[in-house]
């Protein structure tokens, strides 16, 4: 909306925009969810290079600087987190988690590398690329943080959950997605690539539906960390339609990952995070379900509504209420 304003170029194309969510927002929230164990000098050195790539893709977008302090940033995360995962993961299911942190990094420093060529495609290669392996993270450590959580809400309400982490249906998951990312990125691939995100759609609801997270009575914290993982189901299954007809655009389809899935899991994982350090039940707090209800409602007026400035300022609008109820949640929450 802001896009002929000249003090923010970097907003000025829909390509900036999907950048700083994906590569300015989701890859900070992944780093700081895996990064583990690791020195203050290390995490300043990390922040410092996030928080001046965001100024420099604000104000210089496509510049050596901005490019710099970009794939910088992805560089260090990359090397803070991926080397951690190939060591300490046993399973090969556990190790994945190495592979998807580094694309993407590597698309976060190749979305810059393309703005300095005359590559046109490059740059939406880059991104669509960055939105399935966030896709694939987050159905993976969804899945991680959901299931435990659900079978010990399940079992303290007098039931019992055997189906956790599923591993079959975990590996699937991992196997099916790669494919989608794989044939995606094949010219004339879109047809294949829309079957196999039409199938993981399908094995992330079995598996979903067999956490059973109606059972987990009284906790509302959980049924709306379970609305981001069918926000997760919903978008791939909308890539999926978008893949084999052209009932809808793929741009649109993607709103549902990135405001429907990213944006209800990554604000409810972060406040459950805080409520349980400060040693407060989640269960009990009124702010998760009001901001899944505010992602929800921003990614429905994304997908149902046309785009046009009053629509999309209802959606930044409805985004924004939610993140700002997360800034009230850690006012009143101290931090330990």
């Keep these: 909306m802001l896009s002929g304003s000249p003090l923010a170029p970097g907003f000025a194309t829909v390509a900036g925009h999907a950048h700083e969510l994906l590569f300015g927002f989701a890859l900070a929230v992944a780093a700081g969810f895996l990064i583990n164990r690791t020195s203050t000098a290390r995490l300043t050195g990390l922040f410092t290079l ?18 710099a302090a970009n794939a910088g940033f992805a560089v260090m995360l ?22 998807i942190l580094l694309g993407l990094c590597v698309m976060a420093a190749l979305f810059h590398a393309a703005g300095l060529s005359t590559l046109t495609w490059l740059p939406f290669l880059a991104l669509q690329q960055a939105v399935l392996l966030l896709t694939l993270l987050m159905l993976f450590m969804g899945g991680r943080i959901i299931a435990p959580a659900a079978a010990g809400a399940v079992e303290r309400a007098g039931g019992q959950l055997e189906a956790r982490v599923q591993p079959r249906m975990e590996g699937a998951l991992l196997l099916l997605m790669a494919g989608v990312i794989a044939t ?3 010219p004339g691939g879109e047809p294949v690539a829309g079957v196999l995100a039409l199938s993981t759609a399908l094995v992330a609801t079995v598996r979903m539906l067999r956490w ?14 379970g609305m981001g993982y069918g926000w997760l189901i ?30 209800t899991l990554t604000t409810g994982v972060m406040a459950r995070v805080r409520l349980n350090r400060a040693r407060k039940n989640p269960a009990a707090s009124r702010i998760i379900p009001l901001m899944a209800l505010l992602m929800g409602s921003a990614a429905l007026v ?25 800034v009230v949640l850690f006012l009143r929450v101290p931090a330990r």
């Design 50 to 67: 996030w928080l001046l790539a965001r100024a420099l893709h604000l104000t210089l977008p496509g510049s050596t600087l901005a490019f």
């Design 78 to 99: 990359a090397w803070l987190t991926v080397p951690q995962f190939l060591r300490g993961a046993k399973k090969w299911r556990n190790k994945a988690i190495a592979p």
């Design 184 to 186: 995606v990125a094949i």
């Design 212 to 225: 059973r997270l109606w059972a987990a009575a009284g906790r509302p914290d959980l049924w709306c960390l």
């Design 234 to 263: 919903t978008g791939l299954g909308l890539l999926a339609l978008s893949w084999l007809t052209p009932l809808l655009p793929q741009g649109t389809a993607t709103h549902a990952i990135t405001v429907g899935a990213l944006g």
């Design 302 to 326: 994304r997908l149902l509504v046309p785009a046009d400035v009053p629509r999309l300022a209802l959606a930044s609008s409805l985004w924004s209420l939610a993140m700002a109820a997360l």
